[in-house]
């Protein structure tokens, strides 16, 4: 198991607002929950099959989660989350995305099948990128303020 370890000389957690800890072939990132300042996070590259050890980061503003283990996009409702990353996963359902200032969405690349996305929960979503998964139907994305969706559906063999 590879977890994210820290030196013991490392206590003040508060500095950081920035973690870029993409290709370090991660398995448990539960450290990060003490960093509960952290703005912007890239996890990219990775082996996580959950995120849960993010809900303590209240104060996330950007989430890059692409190329991991993935089966949910699911979080604790992040009060200021603009821009969340999660393709390349094997996320199977939007169930759980509800973050009222989140702004671009990206689930390329997924297993999903059907887009059930919530307006109330979603009121700032305007970019939406869901190609590459197995959608059937878009008749669950009742988006108010969306722009822009990047849709396309992955054909199996």
Same mark, same amino acid.
């Given at each position: 198991?590879?977890?994210?370890?820290? #030196?013991?000389?490392?206590?003040?957690?508060?500095?950081?607002?920035?973690?870029?800890?993409?290709?370090?072939t991660?398995?448990?990132?539960?450290?990060?929950?003490?960093f509960?300042?952290?703005?912007?996070?890239?996890?990219?590259?990775?082996?996580?099959?959950?995120?849960?050890?993010?809900?303590?980061?209240?104060?996330?503003?950007?989430?890059?989660?692409?190329?991991n283990?993935?089966?949910?996009?699911?979080? #604790?409702?992040? #009060?200021?989350?603009q821009?969340?990353?999660?393709?390349?996963?094997?996320?199977?359902?939007?169930?759980?995305?509800?973050?009222?200032?989140?702004?671009?969405?990206?689930?390329?690349?997924?297993?999903?099948?059907?887009?059930?996305?919530?307006?109330?929960?979603?009121?700032?979503?305007?970019v939406?990128?869901?190609?590459?998964?197995?959608?059937?139907?878009?008749?669950?994305?009742?988006?108010?303020?969306?722009?822009?969706?990047?849709?396309?559906?992955?054909?199996?063999?």
């Amino acid at each position: 198991m590879n977890s994210l370890k820290l #030196p013991v000389l490392c206590v003040d957690t508060t500095a950081y607002i920035k973690m870029d800890l993409h290709g370090k072939t991660l398995t448990d990132i539960s450290i990060i929950s003490a960093f509960v300042h952290v703005r912007y996070l890239d996890l990219s590259n990775n082996k996580l099959d959950s995120l849960s050890s993010l809900a303590s980061l209240t104060h996330l503003l950007t989430l890059k989660a692409d190329n991991n283990r993935l089966t949910t996009a699911a979080l #604790p409702q992040m #009060p200021y989350l603009q821009r969340a990353s999660f393709q390349n996963n094997k996320i199977t359902t939007t169930e759980g995305i509800a973050h009222p200032l989140l702004e671009v969405l990206n689930l390329n690349n997924n297993q999903i099948t059907k887009a059930n996305l919530n307006g109330n929960e979603l009121r700032k979503l305007s970019v939406l990128e869901i190609r590459g998964n197995l959608l059937t139907s878009t008749a669950g994305l009742g988006l108010p303020k969306l722009q822009k969706t990047l849709l396309g559906r992955k054909y199996d063999n």
